[in-house]
């Protein structure tokens, strides 16, 4: 279901089709042949805001988890779609339905999902293409998955509110699996604190991501 309206796209949806309320939002946005940034996206219910790292870009799609979010009143995402600024609202946010980010015909569709229900709806095949182990981290971790494309795959390291802490550059071994380490610091060099971290890979459209625990 599609609804445009003049200014701000407004929907007004019910959250409960979840199935997860608990589950953190998660967005997919396909930006086809246009150039899109979202650099910013506020909620209303908890009030948070999100600076993101470019969500969203001219590859054919790309999904960014809000994490720690669940249930959000309203949605506002601020950003460009080639060039020019774009602004879309959402209340209660529905899974399977697609919105606009921006008012102009070429405008990139948008989807929210909760975290269980945008894994659920991608190819499987893909979404097994990462493994990370162990999942509570004490020390070091190993990252596994199996290359999308070419060039050197490279797993990202968010932290609980989104932002990329670390990229990690995978190397590929004789039976096409590619590996990293990580040792729970970040560009830096600096050990980071204990929490909840995701590691994200991303290619050919698809994105995988897997949660993991870090304590000291």
């Not at 089709?17 to 589950?23: C, K, M, P, R």
């Not at 209660?92 to 929210?112: D, Q």
């Not at 229900?117 to 293409?129: D, T, Y």
């Not at 390291?157 to 970040?186: E, K, M, P, Q, Y």
Request: charged share 15%; hydrophobic share 40%; proline share 6%.
């Amino acid at each position: 279901m599609k609804k445009r309206c003049t200014g701000l796209a407004v929907v007004l949806v019910s959250l409960v089709a979840f199935g997860v309320a608990n589950a953190d939002i998660r967005g997919v946005i396909t930006p086809g042949l246009t150039v899109t940034r979202c650099d910013s996206v506020k909620f209303k219910s908890p009030d948070t805001l999100f600076l993101t790292p470019g969500w969203g870009s001219h590859t054919p799609e790309d999904t960014f988890p809000f994490l720690g979010v669940a249930n959000p009143e309203s949605l506002s995402m601020f950003g460009t779609v080639n060039g020019v600024f774009a602004a879309l609202r959402i209340y209660h946010p529905r899974p399977e339905s697609t919105y606009r980010f921006g008012m102009s015909v070429v405008a990139p569709p948008v989807k929210f999902y909760g975290d269980v229900g945008v894994e659920e709806s991608r190819s499987a095949e893909r979404l097994q293409c990462l493994a990370v182990s162990p999942s509570v981290v004490t020390g070091q971790m190993t990252v596994r998955l199996q290359p999308v494309g070419t060039g050197t795959p490279v797993v990202e390291i968010h932290d609980a509110v989104g932002n990329v802490i670390r990229s990690l550059n995978c190397t590929a071994g004789a039976s096409g699996t590619a590996t990293a380490t990580w040792n729970r610091r970040d560009e830096f060099g600096r050990v980071v604190p204990e929490g909840v971290y995701f590691c994200r890979y991303a290619a050919a459209g698809a994105a995988a991501v897997r949660k993991v625990l870090v304590t000291h």
